[in-house]
């Protein structure tokens, strides 16, 4: 079994392409505001209109359950990416997720790719709705 690894979830949303993806751009700080997982978001380096590796953004979120000893996040490295592309009335997000266990045992992330997928649909809501 491998260490590494990649996950993928396409989400249809209601928004057109360039809203979803500039909420994530120039409008991430309001995202604790919208979806109930997160908690807060700020910037680690760069700025909030930073793309690519560049700029980090430092979320607090509950993603799953954790085991009560995890005191850190069991992955060499991990990295999520946003595709966002229109599609008829709407648009297909995609959200894929390269990773890189410690050891064997640690599970692949599906944990933080169902709570994108959540915060996905809650974004699509707010974006729909306002």
């Known amino acids: ?9 396409e989400v249809e949303v209601h928004s057109p392409a360039a809203k979803f993806f500039s909420l994530f751009v120039t409008q991430l700080h309001h995202v604790q505001n919208i979806s109930d997982l997160v ?7 760069g700025d909030w ?9 430092h979320w ?12 850190k996040l069991p992955y060499k490295s991990l990295k999520a990416k946003l ?3 229109d599609k008829g009335s709407g648009a297909l997000a995609k959200w894929t997720y390269e990773y890189e266990k410690l050891s064997q045992e640690v599970p692949p992330p599906q944990a933080y790719l169902d709570f994108v997928t959540t915060v996905t649909k809650d974004l699509d809501a707010h974006l729909t709705k306002a």
């Open 1 to 9: 079994m491998a260490l590494s690894g990649k996950l993928e979830a």
């Open 39 to 45: 908690h807060e978001t700020k910037v680690h380096q």
């Open 49 to 57: 209109h930073g793309v690519g590796s560049d700029s980090v953004k």
């Open 60 to 71: 607090t979120y509950t993603a799953g359950k954790l085991s009560p000893n995890t005191r």
């Open 83 to 85: 595709q966002v592309a």
